[in-house]
């Protein structure tokens, strides 16, 4: 049996050549040409919602794939954008929407938002190594936390950024071997035990998130040897990763539906 260890090193010694992949696919290659062709003729964000491909496309490039459904939401967060710090997206405390509010910038840019590399090609990167993650968390969700930890280990400035989210905060939680009970624990005494514990700034050089990960790996292997875990858990729809309480609030807010 392949350990998550071994299966993460596989796919991150030749990370190119693993996305190299992806993209082949038949589905991934007929979706990613629509997108390209496409996207540089929407000039604001009627038509962006409106072009359910490339709706979609952008969505799961940003790993908001389950979220597609609350368009009225994903509305806001564009049409909104980020400029303003009281704007919906930078209210948000997951900050995958402020990203997409970023990608595709209409309220900053207008009809010329989609023409910047960001929103093209950078879209299309995004898409493929969201998309490597899922396949590769079919097989084994240790090794897709693993390589969503090391993708945004780079963006970690504090211990709220790892509580933020809920892919992080799982990888750090089972690295630690922390409780169960922990993650119900007092938001700010969750941060000042990791601020104690870790060393944050270790997570801006690659060679000590490569260690930090090898140890979750390890750790995974030892509390899921037969992978017997919901990957709902922390990246699909059973739980909503990354919906926290008052997203669902917000979303409850809005008339949901409509393009």
Same mark, same amino acid.
């Given at each position: 049996?392949? =350990?998550?260890?071994?299966?993460?090193?596989?796919?991150?010694?030749?990370?190119?050549?693993?996305?190299?992949?992806?993209?082949? @696919?038949?589905?991934?290659?007929?979706?990613?040409?629509?997108?390209?062709?496409?996207?540089?003729?929407?000039?604001?964000? +009627?038509?962006?919602?409106? /072009?359910?491909?490339?709706?979609?496309?952008?969505?799961?490039?940003? $790993?908001?794939?389950?979220?597609?459904?609350?368009? @009225?939401?994903?509305?806001?967060?564009?049409?909104?954008?980020?400029?303003?710090?009281?704007?919906?997206?930078? !209210? %948000?405390?997951?900050?995958?929407?402020?990203?997409? @509010? =970023?990608?595709?910038?209409?309220?900053?840019?207008?009809?010329?938002? =989609?023409?910047?590399?960001?929103?093209? !090609?950078?879209?299309?990167?995004?898409?493929?190594?969201?998309?490597?993650? !899922?396949?590769?968390?079919? +097989?084994?969700?240790?090794?897709?936390?693993?390589?969503?930890?090391?993708?945004?280990?780079?963006?970690?400035? #504090?211990?709220? &950024?790892?509580?933020?989210?809920?892919?992080?905060?799982?990888?750090?939680?089972?690295?630690?071997?922390?409780?169960?009970?922990?993650?119900?624990?007092?938001? &700010?005494?969750? #941060? /000042?035990?990791?601020?104690?514990?870790?060393?944050?700034? &270790?997570?801006?050089?690659?060679?000590?998130?490569?260690?930090?990960?090898?140890?979750?790996?390890?750790?995974?292997?030892?509390?899921?040897? #037969?992978?017997?875990? &919901?990957?709902?858990?922390?990246?699909?729809?059973?739980? $909503?990763?990354?919906?926290?309480?008052?997203? %669902?609030?917000?979303?409850? #807010?809005?008339?949901?539906?409509?393009?």
């Amino acid at each position: 049996m392949t =350990t998550t260890y071994t299966s993460y090193q596989q796919i991150t010694q030749n990370i190119d050549k693993s996305i190299e992949r992806v993209a082949q @696919a038949p589905d991934v290659a007929r979706e990613t040409e629509y997108y390209l062709s496409n996207i540089g003729n929407i000039k604001s964000v +009627d038509e962006f919602m409106a /072009d359910t491909r490339l709706y979609n496309y952008a969505l799961k490039a940003h $790993g908001l794939e389950d979220m597609a459904y609350a368009k @009225a939401f994903i509305r806001k967060v564009l049409t909104e954008g980020v400029t303003k710090d009281d704007a919906f997206a930078n !209210q %948000l405390t997951d900050s995958r929407y402020a990203n997409l @509010a =970023t990608t595709l910038n209409f309220e900053a840019h207008g009809s010329a938002a =989609t023409s910047f590399d960001k929103a093209q !090609q950078g879209v299309v990167d995004l898409y493929m190594r969201e998309t490597l993650e !899922q396949e590769a968390g079919n +097989d084994n969700t240790g090794v897709r936390l693993a390589l969503y930890f090391e993708r945004n280990a780079s963006k970690i400035t #504090s211990a709220m &950024d790892i509580l933020a989210d809920d892919a992080l905060a799982q990888v750090v939680r089972t690295t630690l071997q922390l409780p169960i009970e922990f993650a119900a624990a007092d938001i &700010d005494q969750q #941060s /000042d035990f990791l601020d104690r514990v870790l060393d944050i700034e &270790d997570f801006q050089d690659p060679e000590k998130t490569g260690k930090f990960l090898e140890r979750f790996t390890a750790m995974w292997e030892m509390e899921n040897p #037969s992978e017997n875990y &919901d990957p709902l858990a922390v990246f699909g729809s059973s739980s $909503g990763y990354g919906i926290s309480p008052d997203l %669902l609030i917000s979303i409850n #807010s809005l008339k949901l539906g409509g393009s």
